[in-house]
Structures are given as C-alpha cells and as structure tokens.
C-alpha cells in the first residue's frame, strides 16, 4: 500500500502546457527562433524556463538576460485568463482522501504559478500545505531531490509519483520511487521505457494504487 501520492502540476493536475507552449513558440519567434507545437513539446515539456532559455539560444534564438523574467509574466499573464483541470483528477483526490491516502504536488514550476493554476479550479486548497516547488528547493527534475524532499516530508516509505514528463520519470527513477506515467492521447513509449506504468485515464489510478 503506498503512503504517498506526489503528483507532478502541469498536464497532470491541469491542462496548462498547451498555453505555455504556445506562448514559448511566440515569444521565441520574436526572437527568431520558429518552432512546431511538437518542437516545443519535446524540447521544453518537463524542463524549467532557465532550461528552455539555454536550449533556444543554442538553436540561435538572440534572448536578452531578462528573458526568463519576461517568458514568466508572458505565460503567468495568458494561465490567468483560464486554465482546466484534467479530466477525473477532482474524482482522484476525493478516492484518496477516502482511504486516507496523502497526496502532494512537485513541479519544476513556481509557487505562483501552481497557485494561478490550481486556484482557479478549486485545487489549491487540497494542495495548500503540501507544495513543492523547483523555484524553492533550487532543485529540479530529472534530479529526483524534489520527490526525496517531499517523501520525508510526509516520512513516507512507500511513495508513488504520477508524472508525463521524460524528465519527471527519471527523477521518479532516480528516486527509486514507482512512477505512474499519465499519456491521456497515447504514445507513452518512451515513458514506459524508462521504468514508468503508463495509463491513460485518471480513472484507472485507484485501481493501479490497490485502493
């Protein structure tokens, strides 16, 4: 029985990575770097800003040193005019708290943002003491520190991580953690690859987690 449920924020808890892709391919295009949906997706998904801001002056984009700032306030600005939750977490949470299991969120994003995110769906509340963030802990993933800090957190010795991300699954590997890799549209080969139990619905976790 897990004692531990650390979720990852963005495309797990909520639907948010398609805003701040598109906001990454329109920012980056101004400074003439042009990129596909799917560029971004697989160049940035997972990753931090700082990250994406290196990645794309390599690729040639000419970023000024402010550009991680100006990116933030860019796909802050555009999350607040509405971001929603992914199907059949509300469901999730509530099995959970049922059986008493705990649940938590680590994400390579900011307080603030998982607060847009989450407070505009009813989430944050159920998330409000359990957060934990890169920005905080100066700590990212694939570097499995945010999943250990948040397992003696709860002085957890059976912890499960629920993630879609490359770079979430290998710190969730890292950790020595078993990791649930959320592919609601499929294609969750390279996930499973790395050591993840791929799934497709939400409503399939109670099941995976015994409960």
């Known amino acids: 029985m897990h004692?531990?449920?650390?979720?990852?924020?963005?495309?797990?808890l909520v639907d948010s990575e398609p805003i701040t892709n598109q906001v990454l391919i329109a920012n980056l295009n101004s400074y003439g770097l042009n990129l596909t949906i799917d560029?971004?997706?697989?160049?940035?998904?997972?990753?931090?800003?700082?990250?994406?801001?290196?990645?794309?002056?390599?690729?040639?984009?000419?970023?000024?040193?402010?550009?991680?700032?100006?990116?933030?306030?860019?796909?802050?600005?555009?999350?607040?005019?509405?971001?929603?939750?992914?199907?059949?977490?509300?469901?999730?949470?509530?099995?959970?708290?049922?059986?008493?299991?705990?649940?938590?969120?680590?994400?390579n994003g900011s307080p603030e943002k998982m607060g847009i995110t989450l407070g505009q769906n009813d989430l944050l509340h159920r998330f409000q003491d359990a957060m934990f963030s890169a920005h905080v802990l100066k700590t990212a993933k694939p570097d499995p520190d945010l999943f250990l800090t948040a397992a003696?957190?709860?002085?957890?010795?059976?912890?499960?991580?629920?993630?879609?991300?490359v770079s979430g699954v290998t710190a969730a590997m890292r950790a020595n953690m078993r990791?649930?890799?959320?592919?609601?549209?499929?294609?969750?080969?390279k996930l499973a690859d790395l050591g993840a139990e791929v799934f497709r619905d939400m409503a399939e976790v109670p099941e995976l987690l015994g409960i």
């Open 3 to 12: 004692d531990l449920v650390i979720f990852d924020c963005d495309g797990v």
């Open 39 to 107: 560029d971004s997706y697989q160049l940035f998904v997972g990753g931090t800003m700082r990250g994406a801001g290196e990645v794309a002056r390599q690729m040639g984009a000419d970023l000024p040193e402010d550009w991680v700032d100006q990116i933030y306030a860019a796909i802050y600005g555009r999350l607040r005019q509405g971001v929603t939750v992914m199907p059949g977490v509300p469901d999730l949470l509530t099995a959970l708290d049922q059986k008493e299991v705990p649940f938590c969120v680590a994400s």
């Open 152 to 165: 003696r957190h709860f002085d957890a010795s059976a912890p499960v991580v629920i993630e879609d991300s």
């Open 179 to 189: 990791c649930l890799a959320y592919a609601p549209e499929g294609g969750g080969e």
